[in-house]
Protein backbone atom coordinates (compact mmCIF):
# COMPACT_ATOMS: atom_id res chain seq x y z
CA UNK A 1 0.00 0.00 0.00
CA UNK A 2 0.95 3.23 -0.06
CA UNK A 3 1.06 5.66 2.84
CA UNK A 4 -1.83 7.67 1.72
CA UNK A 5 -3.45 4.54 1.18
CA UNK A 6 -2.35 2.87 4.87
CA UNK A 7 -3.51 5.78 6.83
CA UNK A 8 -6.80 6.02 4.81
CA UNK A 9 -6.94 2.23 6.18
CA UNK A 10 -6.01 2.79 9.50
CA UNK A 11 -8.60 5.78 10.02
CA UNK A 12 -11.21 3.52 8.89
CA UNK A 13 -10.29 0.77 10.89
CA UNK A 14 -10.10 3.50 13.91
CA UNK A 15 -13.83 4.67 13.17
CA UNK A 16 -15.34 1.00 13.45
CA UNK A 17 -13.68 0.21 16.78
CA UNK A 18 -14.91 3.30 17.92
CA UNK A 19 -18.28 2.43 16.96
CA UNK A 20 -18.02 -1.18 18.52
CA UNK A 21 -16.78 0.00 21.40
CA UNK A 22 -19.88 2.09 21.94
CA UNK A 23 -22.09 -0.68 21.16
CA UNK A 24 -20.71 -2.98 23.73
CA UNK A 25 -20.89 -0.03 26.57
CA UNK A 26 -24.40 0.15 25.59
CA UNK A 27 -25.03 -3.36 27.01
CA UNK A 28 -26.99 -3.57 30.30
CA UNK A 29 -23.98 -5.05 31.88
CA UNK A 30 -21.32 -2.62 31.41
CA UNK A 31 -23.61 0.14 32.46
CA UNK A 32 -24.25 -1.60 35.93
CA UNK A 33 -20.38 -0.73 36.27
CA UNK A 34 -20.99 2.88 34.92
CA UNK A 35 -23.62 3.54 37.57
CA UNK A 36 -22.20 1.64 40.62
CA UNK A 37 -19.87 2.34 40.88
CA UNK A 38 -18.14 -0.69 41.88
CA UNK A 39 -17.83 -0.16 45.57
CA UNK A 40 -14.16 -0.52 46.49
CA UNK A 41 -12.82 -1.32 50.01
CA UNK A 42 -10.05 1.11 51.77
CA UNK A 43 -7.28 -1.40 50.86
CA UNK A 44 -8.45 -1.96 47.32
CA UNK A 45 -7.99 1.97 47.05
CA UNK A 46 -4.81 1.88 49.24
CA UNK A 47 -3.81 -0.69 46.05
CA UNK A 48 -4.14 1.73 43.30
CA UNK A 49 -2.89 4.44 44.99
CA UNK A 50 0.35 2.31 45.76
CA UNK A 51 3.53 4.05 43.46
CA UNK A 52 4.85 2.20 40.68
CA UNK A 53 7.44 2.19 38.29
CA UNK A 54 7.95 5.03 35.80
CA UNK A 55 8.83 2.87 33.12
CA UNK A 56 9.72 -1.17 33.07
CA UNK A 57 12.64 -2.61 31.67
CA UNK A 58 11.60 -4.15 28.64
CA UNK A 59 13.46 -7.51 28.61
CA UNK A 60 13.16 -8.69 32.31
CA UNK A 61 10.47 -10.88 32.98
CA UNK A 62 10.33 -9.66 36.64
CA UNK A 63 9.08 -6.52 36.00
CA UNK A 64 5.95 -8.36 34.33
CA UNK A 65 6.04 -11.17 37.40
CA UNK A 66 3.48 -10.25 40.57
CA UNK A 67 5.61 -8.73 43.18
CA UNK A 68 4.37 -6.12 45.04
CA UNK A 69 0.77 -8.03 45.17
CA UNK A 70 -1.22 -6.61 47.99
CA UNK A 71 -4.17 -8.17 49.90
CA UNK A 72 -7.36 -6.71 48.53
CA UNK A 73 -8.75 -7.52 52.35
CA UNK A 74 -11.36 -5.65 54.41
CA UNK A 75 -11.39 -4.09 57.02
CA UNK A 76 -7.59 -4.78 57.52
CA UNK A 77 -4.81 -5.09 55.65
CA UNK A 78 -3.88 -8.87 55.92
CA UNK A 79 -2.28 -11.85 53.92
CA UNK A 80 -5.43 -13.24 53.41
CA UNK A 81 -7.64 -13.16 50.28
CA UNK A 82 -10.80 -11.15 50.85
CA UNK A 83 -14.01 -13.03 52.57
CA UNK A 84 -17.71 -12.71 53.22
CA UNK A 85 -19.96 -9.87 51.08
CA UNK A 86 -20.91 -6.63 51.43
CA UNK A 87 -24.01 -5.26 49.89
CA UNK A 88 -24.47 -1.66 49.06
CA UNK A 89 -28.21 -1.76 48.16
CA UNK A 90 -29.64 -0.28 51.25
CA UNK A 91 -27.24 2.69 50.95
CA UNK A 92 -25.01 1.90 53.52
CA UNK A 93 -22.78 -1.25 53.46
CA UNK A 94 -24.09 -4.33 55.60
CA UNK A 95 -22.63 -7.40 56.11
CA UNK A 96 -24.01 -10.84 54.07
CA UNK A 97 -22.76 -14.27 53.60
CA UNK A 98 -22.28 -15.22 49.32
CA UNK A 99 -24.52 -18.44 48.66
CA UNK A 100 -22.23 -21.33 48.91
CA UNK A 101 -19.52 -22.20 47.17
CA UNK A 102 -18.66 -18.49 46.91
CA UNK A 103 -16.17 -17.21 49.39
CA UNK A 104 -16.37 -13.31 48.66
CA UNK A 105 -19.55 -11.20 46.93
CA UNK A 106 -20.46 -7.67 46.39
CA UNK A 107 -23.77 -6.31 45.74
CA UNK A 108 -24.81 -3.15 44.20
CA UNK A 109 -27.71 -1.71 43.19
CA UNK A 110 -28.37 -0.64 39.40
CA UNK A 111 -32.16 1.20 38.29
CA UNK A 112 -34.47 -1.52 39.55
CA UNK A 113 -32.13 -4.29 39.81
CA UNK A 114 -29.15 -5.45 41.78
CA UNK A 115 -26.14 -6.85 40.32
CA UNK A 116 -24.19 -9.21 42.27
CA UNK A 117 -19.86 -9.68 41.47
CA UNK A 118 -19.24 -14.14 43.41
CA UNK A 119 -16.00 -15.21 43.55
CA UNK A 120 -14.95 -19.09 44.91
CA UNK A 121 -10.96 -18.79 45.72
CA UNK A 122 -11.03 -22.34 46.05
CA UNK A 123 -12.89 -24.18 42.79
CA UNK A 124 -13.01 -27.74 42.62
CA UNK A 125 -11.51 -27.99 45.71
CA UNK A 126 -7.99 -26.88 44.72
CA UNK A 127 -7.45 -25.06 47.60
CA UNK A 128 -5.25 -21.74 47.87
CA UNK A 129 -1.84 -21.73 48.55
CA UNK A 130 0.51 -19.59 51.09
CA UNK A 131 3.45 -17.81 48.83
CA UNK A 132 6.21 -15.63 49.37
CA UNK A 133 7.14 -12.18 48.44
CA UNK A 134 10.47 -11.10 47.20
CA UNK A 135 10.78 -9.85 51.50
CA UNK A 136 9.81 -13.28 52.51
CA UNK A 137 6.26 -12.16 53.25
CA UNK A 138 3.63 -15.06 52.78
CA UNK A 139 0.28 -14.22 51.05
CA UNK A 140 -2.35 -16.69 50.20
CA UNK A 141 -3.02 -16.91 46.64
CA UNK A 142 -5.78 -18.92 44.07
CA UNK A 143 -4.40 -22.18 42.32
CA UNK A 144 -8.32 -22.43 40.66
CA UNK A 145 -10.79 -19.48 41.29
CA UNK A 146 -14.44 -19.11 39.33
CA UNK A 147 -15.66 -15.52 39.31
CA UNK A 148 -19.47 -14.92 38.30
CA UNK A 149 -21.71 -11.73 37.70
CA UNK A 150 -25.89 -11.70 38.40
CA UNK A 151 -29.04 -9.46 37.67
CA UNK A 152 -31.78 -10.29 39.58
CA UNK A 153 -34.43 -7.92 41.34
CA UNK A 154 -34.71 -7.27 45.00
CA UNK A 155 -32.00 -7.01 47.71
CA UNK A 156 -30.95 -7.68 51.49
CA UNK A 157 -29.31 -10.43 52.53
CA UNK A 158 -30.88 -13.09 50.04
CA UNK A 159 -29.55 -13.48 46.21
CA UNK A 160 -31.44 -10.98 44.18
CA UNK A 161 -34.61 -13.13 42.60
CA UNK A 162 -34.53 -14.11 39.32
CA UNK A 163 -30.95 -13.47 39.01
CA UNK A 164 -29.39 -14.55 35.59
CA UNK A 165 -25.89 -15.27 34.82
CA UNK A 166 -24.30 -12.00 33.12
CA UNK A 167 -20.57 -12.81 33.35
CA UNK A 168 -18.21 -15.34 34.36
CA UNK A 169 -14.85 -15.88 34.65
CA UNK A 170 -11.90 -18.91 35.71
CA UNK A 171 -8.49 -18.27 36.93
CA UNK A 172 -5.71 -20.71 36.98
CA UNK A 173 -2.48 -19.89 38.26
CA UNK A 174 0.92 -22.49 39.17
CA UNK A 175 3.47 -20.46 41.16
CA UNK A 176 7.27 -21.29 41.19
CA UNK A 177 8.51 -23.47 43.65
CA UNK A 178 11.37 -23.16 45.30
CA UNK A 179 13.13 -25.91 47.57
CA UNK A 180 9.25 -26.88 48.72
CA UNK A 181 8.13 -23.21 48.89
CA UNK A 182 5.89 -21.46 47.02
CA UNK A 183 6.79 -17.58 45.58
CA UNK A 184 4.60 -14.98 44.12
CA UNK A 185 5.64 -15.64 40.54
CA UNK A 186 3.69 -17.58 38.29
CA UNK A 187 5.02 -20.06 36.02
CA UNK A 188 1.65 -20.44 34.12
CA UNK A 189 -1.12 -18.75 34.10
CA UNK A 190 -4.73 -18.69 32.54
CA UNK A 191 -7.53 -16.31 32.94
CA UNK A 192 -10.70 -16.66 30.48
CA UNK A 193 -14.49 -15.03 30.51
CA UNK A 194 -17.11 -13.37 29.52
CA UNK A 195 -19.21 -10.00 30.46
CA UNK A 196 -21.93 -9.10 28.77
CA UNK A 197 -26.29 -9.31 28.63
CA UNK A 198 -26.77 -9.47 24.98
CA UNK A 199 -22.90 -7.88 23.75
CA UNK A 200 -20.66 -9.98 25.47
CA UNK A 201 -16.67 -8.82 25.77
CA UNK A 202 -14.83 -11.99 26.04
CA UNK A 203 -11.01 -12.60 26.96
CA UNK A 204 -8.72 -15.14 26.83
CA UNK A 205 -5.25 -14.59 28.64
CA UNK A 206 -2.48 -16.90 28.95
CA UNK A 207 1.50 -16.60 30.68
CA UNK A 208 3.78 -19.88 30.49
CA UNK A 209 6.92 -19.84 31.53
CA UNK A 210 9.32 -22.99 29.95
CA UNK A 211 13.29 -23.45 31.65
CA UNK A 212 15.28 -25.57 29.89
CA UNK A 213 18.50 -25.37 27.72
CA UNK A 214 17.02 -22.45 26.13
CA UNK A 215 14.40 -20.46 28.25
CA UNK A 216 11.08 -19.60 26.99
CA UNK A 217 7.98 -17.19 27.90
CA UNK A 218 4.96 -17.45 26.16
CA UNK A 219 2.60 -14.89 26.43
CA UNK A 220 -1.35 -14.80 24.59
CA UNK A 221 -3.80 -12.36 25.11
CA UNK A 222 -7.37 -11.94 23.50
CA UNK A 223 -10.13 -9.78 23.72
CA UNK A 224 -12.98 -10.17 21.56
CA UNK A 225 -16.77 -9.04 21.63
CA UNK A 226 -19.98 -10.89 20.42
CA UNK A 227 -23.21 -9.18 19.24
CA UNK A 228 -21.55 -5.85 18.82
CA UNK A 229 -22.30 -3.86 15.64
CA UNK A 230 -19.34 -4.02 14.08
CA UNK A 231 -17.56 -6.70 15.94
CA UNK A 232 -14.51 -6.01 17.26
CA UNK A 233 -10.81 -8.09 18.15
CA UNK A 234 -7.31 -7.38 19.78
CA UNK A 235 -4.63 -10.66 20.06
CA UNK A 236 -1.26 -10.54 20.74
CA UNK A 237 1.24 -13.68 20.91
CA UNK A 238 4.17 -13.06 22.16
CA UNK A 239 7.56 -15.30 22.39
CA UNK A 240 10.96 -14.54 23.72
CA UNK A 241 14.03 -16.89 24.13
CA UNK A 242 16.91 -16.68 26.12
CA UNK A 243 18.45 -17.27 29.28
CA UNK A 244 17.04 -16.90 32.88
CA UNK A 245 18.78 -16.01 35.75
CA UNK A 246 17.38 -16.59 39.50
CA UNK A 247 18.86 -15.24 42.26
CA UNK A 248 19.28 -16.50 45.45
CA UNK A 249 15.70 -15.67 46.74
CA UNK A 250 14.63 -17.71 43.57
CA UNK A 251 12.65 -15.11 42.05
CA UNK A 252 13.87 -14.12 38.20
CA UNK A 253 16.07 -11.66 38.33
CA UNK A 254 16.63 -10.94 34.92
CA UNK A 255 16.12 -12.98 31.14
CA UNK A 256 18.73 -12.62 28.59
CA UNK A 257 16.32 -12.81 25.18
CA UNK A 258 18.27 -13.66 22.34
CA UNK A 259 15.53 -13.75 20.25
CA UNK A 260 11.54 -13.71 20.08
CA UNK A 261 8.51 -12.90 18.18
CA UNK A 262 5.38 -10.31 18.59
CA UNK A 263 2.44 -10.85 16.31
CA UNK A 264 -0.43 -8.05 16.99
CA UNK A 265 -4.21 -8.69 15.39
CA UNK A 266 -6.78 -6.53 15.40
CA UNK A 267 -10.13 -6.41 13.90
CA UNK A 268 -12.73 -4.04 13.83
CA UNK A 269 -15.71 -4.49 11.14
CA UNK A 270 -14.30 -5.41 7.84
CA UNK A 271 -11.29 -3.95 8.71
CA UNK A 272 -8.33 -5.74 10.14
CA UNK A 273 -4.44 -5.27 10.88
CA UNK A 274 -1.58 -7.51 11.78
CA UNK A 275 1.43 -6.69 13.06
CA UNK A 276 4.20 -9.39 12.95
CA UNK A 277 8.06 -8.77 14.25
CA UNK A 278 10.44 -10.45 14.63
CA UNK A 279 13.63 -9.54 16.97
CA UNK A 280 16.49 -11.58 15.19
CA UNK A 281 19.36 -10.55 18.09
CA UNK A 282 19.16 -8.72 21.19
CA UNK A 283 22.70 -7.22 22.49
CA UNK A 284 23.13 -5.93 26.13
CA UNK A 285 25.22 -4.04 28.59
CA UNK A 286 26.98 -5.19 31.42
CA UNK A 287 23.79 -3.99 33.45
CA UNK A 288 21.53 -6.26 31.54
CA UNK A 289 20.04 -2.98 29.64
CA UNK A 290 19.97 -2.97 25.79
CA UNK A 291 22.11 -1.47 23.60
CA UNK A 292 20.71 -2.53 20.12
CA UNK A 293 18.04 -5.16 19.03
CA UNK A 294 17.55 -6.11 15.46
CA UNK A 295 14.41 -6.80 13.99
CA UNK A 296 12.28 -6.94 11.24
CA UNK A 297 8.57 -7.81 10.06
CA UNK A 298 5.62 -6.25 8.36
CA UNK A 299 1.99 -5.27 8.18
CA UNK A 300 -0.66 -6.86 6.31
CA UNK A 301 -4.28 -5.15 6.14
CA UNK A 302 -7.33 -7.36 5.24
CA UNK A 303 -5.52 -9.99 4.24
CA UNK A 304 -2.84 -8.48 2.05
CA UNK A 305 0.39 -7.14 2.62
CA UNK A 306 0.45 -2.81 3.48
CA UNK A 307 4.29 -2.62 4.49
CA UNK A 308 7.42 -4.04 5.66
CA UNK A 309 10.30 -3.03 8.32
CA UNK A 310 13.54 -3.80 8.99
CA UNK A 311 16.81 -2.30 11.00
CA UNK A 312 17.42 -1.92 14.68
CA UNK A 313 16.84 -0.06 17.78
CA UNK A 314 19.79 1.79 19.33
CA UNK A 315 20.50 2.66 23.07
CA UNK A 316 19.05 6.32 22.03
CA UNK A 317 16.27 4.17 21.66
CA UNK A 318 15.19 3.40 25.00
CA UNK A 319 16.87 6.30 26.39
CA UNK A 320 16.62 9.73 26.06
CA UNK A 321 15.37 9.97 21.84
CA UNK A 322 12.02 11.42 21.68
CA UNK A 323 10.93 9.93 18.86
CA UNK A 324 12.61 6.27 18.31
CA UNK A 325 13.46 4.50 15.03
CA UNK A 326 15.88 6.54 13.04
CA UNK A 327 17.35 3.44 11.93
CA UNK A 328 14.09 1.39 11.26
CA UNK A 329 12.66 1.61 7.71
CA UNK A 330 9.35 1.28 6.53
CA UNK A 331 8.81 -0.01 3.01
CA UNK A 332 5.36 1.28 1.02
CA UNK A 333 4.26 0.71 -2.56
CA UNK A 334 5.64 4.69 -3.11
CA UNK A 335 8.77 4.44 -1.41
CA UNK A 336 10.39 4.17 2.26
CA UNK A 337 10.73 6.36 4.94
CA UNK A 338 12.20 6.06 8.39
CA UNK A 339 9.75 5.24 11.57
CA UNK A 340 10.66 8.15 12.95
CA UNK A 341 10.13 10.19 10.07
CA UNK A 342 6.56 8.67 9.82
CA UNK A 343 5.95 9.34 13.43
CA UNK A 344 7.33 12.62 12.99
CA UNK A 345 5.06 13.46 10.01
CA UNK A 346 1.65 12.34 12.12
CA UNK A 347 2.48 14.42 15.12
CA UNK A 348 2.86 11.30 17.20
CA UNK A 349 6.09 12.48 18.60
CA UNK A 350 6.97 15.76 20.87
CA UNK A 351 8.01 16.57 23.94
CA UNK A 352 7.57 13.40 26.62
CA UNK A 353 8.43 11.04 23.47
CA UNK A 354 5.95 9.09 21.32
CA UNK A 355 3.38 8.92 24.43
CA UNK A 356 3.98 12.70 25.46
Known amino acids: MSQAEFDQAWQAYRAA?????QDLGSDTVFSAFNTGPLPLTQDMIAFLQTPRPSSVHPLRVYDLSMQGVRSLSHPNPSSELPRGGTDYTLGEPVP??????????LKWPHNTQVAELLVDWDQDDQSTRWAHDRDGVSHE???NTHIQMTLGEGGGPMPPLNAEVVGTADFAAAWYDCNGTPILEPTFLSFTGSLGQIKQLNWDIGYNL???????????VELHTTNTNPTALLRLDLTLNGTLTRGSDCFISEIEVQSGEFTVTTQAGDESFVFNITVSSVQLDAQGNPVR???????????????SFSGFLDQNDFQDDTCP????TLVFSDGSVSLQEWLQSRGHCGPGGIFG
Not at 210 to 220: P, S, Y
Request: aromatic share 10%; glycine share 10%.
Open 210 to 220: TEGTTDTLQAH
Open 325 to 328: GANV
Open 17 to 21: LDQAI
Open 141 to 143: VPQ
Open 293 to 307: IDLNGFVEYNGQQAL
Open 96 to 105: YTPPSPYDFG
